[in-house]
């Protein structure tokens, strides 16, 4: 058998209920929904009644129109393709002053977000007099405001107090506008757990934690599901003798008698070099990689384990927030590298 890579579908749709129950939420979906698989996240999430997703991709804003002509699909990037924005009712996110006097003729019918910069120095407007401005000229059809925190995710770091308080001002000076908005949003996961929904706010804009991750590690195990299970098969069980090495190049050097599992899986598979520092799980005993190869993991094992056994590299003990927090890559680095192609995909589906 091949490494598996199995989806849970039924969990993703009770994560992002749990979510949406509290308060309104615009799903984050970019990167074929942080490589969940587009349509199996957007089914989940469509049945906890979510109404409001962002992606940074036209043709999947495109895709997501398609699935239904009710729901807010935003764009998070800017785009010039407004032919398509129109036709297919996608919001735009306007990215700055110097882009709305470029285009402001062609945005016509085109239902509009501004963007407040702050401390990411991604997109976005300067100031809010350059936003106000915008707003005062009434030309567009304007939906939204949003801003994106750089450093809701450090706790240590105070800089979030500041972009929050950059934020708050921004609010201020656009009082008199607030009103006419339908969404008014800047908390990710992080931002959402730490605060719980700003005053003013309509919605949520989250990635992690609707896909069932901790964005950060303090927070309880049962704030969130994991989603998804990584594993592969032991295809041999070799032994080193002290002082011998195996893998390329003798990646690994046996200090004492050691026996080796081999199993089909590698960074091929798109699992992180950064990965292969901590543990793996077979039999439900856990196991260190000795090496990690193209298309192999050598694990060092007993002689518990057997040709044939399953090793797990992401199950509900070994979760892709406990990974995050020892360093291995953020929750969308890990999944993202997944590559679909090298597995086979299973799926929970969602429950009747
Ligand atoms: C603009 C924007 N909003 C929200 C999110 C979601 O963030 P998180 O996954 O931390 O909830 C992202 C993720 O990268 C983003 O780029």
Redesign the pocket.
């Known amino acids: 058998m091949t490494a598996i890579l199995t989806f849970n579908q039924q969990r993703l749709f009770e994560q992002a209920r749990s979510l949406q129950e509290k308060q309104d939420v615009i799903v984050?979906v970019?990167n074929n929904a942080y490589n969940f698989g587009m349509e199996r996240a957007y089914r989940a999430f469509y049945k906890a009644g979510i109404r409001s997703y962002?992606t940074t991709n036209l043709e999947e804003a495109v895709w997501l129109r398609k699935q239904d002509d009710q729901t807010t699909v935003l764009l998070?990037d800017p785009s010039t393709e407004f032919d398509i924005l129109r036709e297919h009712d996608i919001s735009l996110t306007l990215p700055n002053l110097a882009f709305y006097h470029q285009y402001k003729e062609h945005l016509e019918g085109i239902k509009i977000h501004l963007v407040f910069k702050n401390l990411l120095n991604r997109f976005g407007f300067d100031t809010a007099d350059e936003m106000k401005t915008v707003f005062d000229e009434q030309l567009l059809t304007i939906t939204g405001i949003w801003t994106?925190f750089a450093f809701a995710?450090e706790l240590l770091d105070n800089r979030y107090e500041i972009e929050k308080e950059n934020w708050s001002n921004v609010l201020t000076v656009l009082e008199p506008y607030l009103d006419t908005l339908t969404f008014i949003h800047a908390q990710?996961?992080?931002s959402y757990l730490r605060d719980g929904l700003f005053d003013q706010h309509t919605h949520i804009?989250?990635?992690?934690?609707?896909y069932g991750t901790r964005?950060y590690y303090d927070l309880p195990e049962s704030l969130a599901m994991q989603t998804i299970e990584v594993s592969a098969t032991v295809k041999d069980v070799v032994s080193v003798p002290k002082g011998q090495s195996a893998g390329y190049s003798a990646a690994f050097v046996a200090a004492e008698d050691t026996t080796l599992a081999i199993c089909d899986i590698g960074y091929g598979n798109g699992i992180l070099r950064t990965r292969s520092k901590h543990k793996v799980m077979i039999n439900q005993k856990t196991f260190p990689i000795a090496v990690l190869m193209m298309s192999h993991l050598m694990v060092k094992v007993d002689t518990s384990v057997s040709i044939g056994d399953r090793v797990y590299l992401y199950n509900d003990t070994l979760r892709l927030d406990y990974f995050t927090h020892k360093g291995v890559g953020a929750?969308?680095e890990q999944m993202a590298s997944l590559n679909h192609q090298t597995f086979k995909i299973t799926n929970i589906p969602l429950s009747e």
């Open positions: 984050v970019k962002a998070l994106h995710d990710n996961s992080a804009r989250a990635g992690v934690i609707a964005p929750f969308s």
